[in-house]
C-alpha cells in the first residue's frame, strides 16, 4: 500500500538543503530510499517515474565529521604537543579553563542555509584563558567546494548567495572575502597558526575544504605590535598638533595677528574654526550647484562604500544580504562608478575654472602657486589620517576581524605609504594601497597637474587646445572599451563577480588617470564654456521643463541601463560590459553639464531650494573629512564586531555609525584642514603678499 512520505533531504542528508520534496511511494521504495541516503546515491520514484542523485558525499558525515574540539596534538614544537594534550586531559577532568577553551572555539551552528557559516566563537572568552596555558584565538578561512561533488544549490546557499565570489588566499584587508568562511578557534598560545592549519587541514581535507590561517589572524592577549621609528614620528606629530591647537585656542583674543606668529596661533584656535565652520554666508567665488552635486554624489557614495564594508560581516541570515544586493533596484549602488565620475567632474571644472580666473587677471598661471596650494590643500590631512591608521589605530581595540582589517592595513601602509606622499599610489593596485579609497587623490593630482599646461594651451590657442581635450578624451574612451575587453573587467559590480576580478578592474582601469580622464575633461570643458559669453540661453518654462526631462533621462539610463547585469545569475559578456566602461562616464558628464548649465542660468524652478540649502553648503565644507574617514570608521566596526547580527537594510544606514562619521569629519575640517589651508595663505598666499608690499 503506497504511503505518503515528505523526504527532507537537508535533514536526512545532514540539514543541507531547504525544500521539502513530497512523494508517494511504496514501503519497498521507502526502503530503498533509506538505504541509498546513507550510502550516498538517492533514489526516488515518482509519478511513475524514478529519478537517480548520485550523491558524491554523504552530508551526514560531512556534518558529524566537522571537528567540534580542535587543538594541534602534533604541533611542530613540544611546548604545543605539551600544551594539547595537557587541554585534553583537562577536558576530561572538566577543568574550568579547558571547558573555556572548548567552548570559545566555533562550533557547526543552525541556519548555515541561511548564511550562518561565518563563526566566531567567542574571541573574549579564549583571551581570558590564563592558566596552565595562555588562550590564542585564531581565525581561519575556509573554502567549501559543494558544488564539485554536484550539489550546486546547496553551495549556493552555504555560501550566501555568492554575491562575490573570492577563496581564502585573496586580500581580505579592504575587499571582502565573502565566500569564505570564517572559523573561529581557541588553542594555546604555544601553538603556531602553521600547527592550526596543519591540524585543521588533516580533520578536513576529506571533507573536500581547504583551510588558510594565517599568523596575523592569531592574537594573544596584552601582546603589543613593536615600537617602530615610525610610531614615535606619528606621536610627535599628533602632540605636536595638539599643542597649536591648544596654544591657539587658549590665546586667541578675537583679533586678526599682526605677525606670521600670531597668525599662525590664530589659525589654529578651535574657537576661530568653528565659528567658520558654522558660518554659512555665500562666498563671492561659490559657483551655483556645485554644492548640491557634491552633497549627492558623496552620500550615494558613502552609501556603495557601507555595503563594501557590511560583505565582510557576519550575519545570521547573509544569504538575505545577497538576495536584497541581487534585486533590480540594488542596481542603484552596483553603478557605483558614476558617482566616482561626479567627484572628476568636479574636479575638472573648478580646477579649469580657477585657473581661467587667473589667466583673465593675469595673462598667466603661477605653476609653483597652484601647485603649492594644491598640495596643502590635500596632503595635510591626507597624511594624518595614514599617520593615525598605521600606528595609532591598531592598538585601540581588538576583535575577530581586527587583525584583518585593520592590522593588516596598517601593515601594508607602513610599507607603502611612501607612493601615497607622491600621490602616485593608485598605480600599484588595491593590494599593496594604503587607504584605498584614496586612489580617487592620486587620479586628481595627476590630472591637476595635466590641466596647467593644457588651459595655458587652450588659453594661447583656443581651437589647437579644445581639440587636444577632445582628442585625450577620445583615446581614454577607447583605453576603458579596450582594458575591459582584454582583461574580461568590469566597472559595474555585476552579481557574483569575483575578488580578483574587483581587483583586476582597479590595476587595468578604474584607478587610472588616462581610463579615468574622459569624463574630467568634460568638466574642464564645461568651465570653459560656462566662463564665455555664450553659455547662457534664453529658455521659456515649457523648454526648461524639456531640459531637465532630458536631463534626468539621461541619469536614469546611465544608471539603469546595466541593471540586468546585478541580478542572480548573470554571466559575464564581454561587449555589454566594455560599453558601459567606454559610455557611461561620457553619458554621465553629459547629464552633470546639463544640470550644472540649468541651474547656473536659474532654471531650477522648484528645486532652487534644495540645490540651495543650507545642508549641502555645510556639507561642502567636511566633505574632504567625510571622504577621508568613512572607511576607517566603517573598518574599525567591522574588526571590533564579536558575533553573527541579523541582517536587515536598514543597516546600510546605520543612524549611530553615520553621526561618527560625521562628528569625526566636523573634528578634523576644524582641527587639520582648515588650520593648514590658512597656514598656506600665511607663508604662501595673498596675506603673505601684502605683508612683503607693506
Known amino acids: 500500500m503506497a504511503t505518503r512520505a515528505c523526504v527532507l533531504l537537508a535533514i536526512c542528508a545532514g540539514a543541507f538543503a531547504r525544500d521539502c520534496i513530497e512523494l508517494t511511494l511504496s514501503d519497498r521504495q521507502q526502503n530503498i530510499l533509506t538505504d541509498s541516503l546513507f550510502n550516498g546515491t538517492i533514489v526516488l520514484t515518482a509519478n511513475n517515474e524514478t529519478y537517480i542523485e548520485s550523491a558524491k558525499y554523504d552530508f551526514l558525515e560531512l556534518w558529524d565529521a566537522f571537528p567540534k574540539i580542535v587543538v594541534p596534538v602534533n604541533g611542530t614544537s613540544e611546548q604545543c604537543r605539551r600544551d594539547s594534550q595537557m587541554f585534553l586531559d583537562s577536558l576530561d577532568r572538566l577543568e574550568l579553563w579547558a571547558l573555556k577553551m572548548f567552548d570559545a572555539t566555533a562550533k557547526p551552528p543552525s541556519g548555515i542555509l541561511s548564511g550562518n557559516g561565518n563563526q566566531y566563537g567567542d574571541f573574549d572568552e579564549c583571551l581570558s584563558i590564563d592558566s596552565a596555558v595562555r588562550g590564542k584565538y585564531c581565525l581561519a578561512s575556509l573554502q567549501v567546494d559543494l558544488a564539485h561533488m554536484g550539489f550546486t544549490h546547496l553551495d549556493y546557499l552555504v555560501h550566501s548567495g555568492h554575491y562575490i565570489r573570492s577563496n581564502i588566499t585573496d586580500m581580505g584587508h579592504r575587499v571582502p572575502r565573502y565566500s569564505s568562511l570564517l572559523w573561529g578557534v581557541c588553542i594555546p598560545s604555544s601553538c603556531s597558526s602553521y600547527d592550526l592549519e596543519q591540524e585543521l587541514s588533516n580533520k578536513l581535507s576529506h571533507l573536500r575544504i581547504s583551510v588558510r590561517v594565517q599568523n596575523t589572524m592569531c592574537t594573544v592577549r596584552d601582546v603589543k605590535r613593536p615600537y617602530s621609528f615610525g610610531k614615535s614620528l606619528a606621536i610627535a606629530f599628533f602632540l605636536g598638533l595638539l599643542l597649536l591647537l591648544g596654544l591657539g585656542t587658549i590665546f586667541d583674543e578675537g583679533k586678526e595677528g599682526a605677525t606670521n606668529f600670531e597668525k599662525l596661533l590664530n589659525a589654529f584656535s578651535l574657537k576661530r574654526n568653528i565659528r567658520k565652520i558654522f558660518d554659512l554666508s555665500d562666498s563671492p567665488t561659490r559657483v551655483k550647484g556645485l554644492d548640491a552635486f557634491r552633497g549627492v554624489n558623496a552620500f550615494a557614495l558613502l552609501l556603495a562604500h557601507k555595503s563594501m564594508a557590511m560583505a565582510h560581516s557576519p550575519y545570521a541570515n547573509k544569504t538575505s544580504f ?32 580657477n585657473l581661467l580666473q587667473d589667466l583673465e587677471k593675469k595673462g598667466t598661471i603661477d605653476l609653483k602657486s597652484r601647485l603649492l596650494a594644491r598640495w596643502f590643500r590635500l596632503f595635510p590631512m591626507f597624511l ?13 581595540n581588538n576583535g575577530p576581524q581586527w587583525n584583518l582589517v585593520v592590522e593588516e592595513h596598517s601593515r601594508v601602509c607602513e610599507k607603502n605609504m611612501w607612493k601615497s606622499f607622491l600621490f602616485i599610489h593608485n598605480y600599484f593596485g588595491f593590494e599593496e594601497m594604503c587607504l584605498t579609497h584614496t586612489h580617487q587623490l592620486g587620479m586628481d593630482m595627476q590630472l591637476y597637474v595635466a590641466t596647467l599646461p593644457l588651459m595655458l594651451l587652450v588659453w594661447k ?16 574612451t577607447v583605453l576603458r572599451y579596450l582594458a575591459t575587453h582584454w582583461y574580461d573587467i568590469s566597472m559595474f559590480v555585476y552579481y557574483g563577480i569575483s575578488v580578483q576580478k574587483l581587483l583586476e578592474a582597479a590595476r587595468y582601469s578604474y584607478i587610472l588617470p588616462t581610463h579615468r580622464a574622459t569624463i574630467y575633461l568634460i568638466g574642464v ?14 529658455l521659456n518654462d515649457t523648454q526648461a521643463r524639456l531640459v531637465w526631462c532630458l536631463c534626468f533621462a539621461l541619469a536614469a539610463f546611465t544608471i539603469v541601463s546595466p541593471y540586468r547585469m546585478g541580478l542572480e545569475g548573470y554571466k559575464y559578456e564581454h ?19 546639463i544640470a550644472h548649465w540649468a541651474i547656473c542660468n ?27 574617514t568613512q572607511f576607517p570608521i566603517f573598518f574599525y566596526n567591522v574588526g571590533v564586531q564579536r558575533h553573527a547580527e541579523f541582517y536587515s537594510p536598514l543597516l546600510l544606514i546605520h543612524i549611530p555609525e553615520m553621526v561618527v562619521v560625521l562628528v569625526v569629519s566636523i573634528i578634523t575640517t576644524v582641527t587639520i584642514e582648515m588650520p593648514f589651508n590658512q597656514v598656506y595663505r600665511i607663508y604662501f598666499g595673498k596675506s603673505q603678499t601684502k605683508l ?3
Request: hydrophobic share 50%; glycine share 8%; aromatic share 18%.
Open 322 to 353: 545577497s538576495e536584497v544586493f541581487g534585486m533590480p533596484w540594488a542596481v542603484v549602488g552596483r553603478s557605483a562608478i558614476v558617482y566616482t565620475d561626479s567627484f572628476l567632474y568636479l574636479s575638472g571644472f573648478l580646477n579649469s575654472h
Open 384 to 396: 594624518s589620517l595614514m599617520l593615525f591608521c598605521t600606528y595609532i589605530l591598531p592598538d585601540l
Open 461 to 476: 590657442s583656443r581651437r589647437l587646445g579644445l581639440s587636444l581635450i577632445f582628442g585625450i578624451a577620445a583615446i581614454s
Open 525 to 538: 570643458l564645461m568651465a570653459y564654456f560656462i566662463r564665455s559669453k555664450r553659455s547662457h540661453v534664453k
Open 575 to 593: 561587449f555589454t560590459n566594455a560599453m558601459f566602461a567606454a559610455f557611461a562616464p561620457i553619458l554621465w558628464g553629459l547629464f552633470m553639464c
Open 602 to 628: 536659474d532654471y531650477a524652478g522648484i528645486g532652487t531650494a534644495f540645490v540651495e540649502s543650507r545642508v549641502f553648503k555645510f556639507f561642502n565644507k567636511i566633505a574632504y573629512g567625510v571622504y577621508l
Open 692 to 694: 612683503k608690499e607693506k
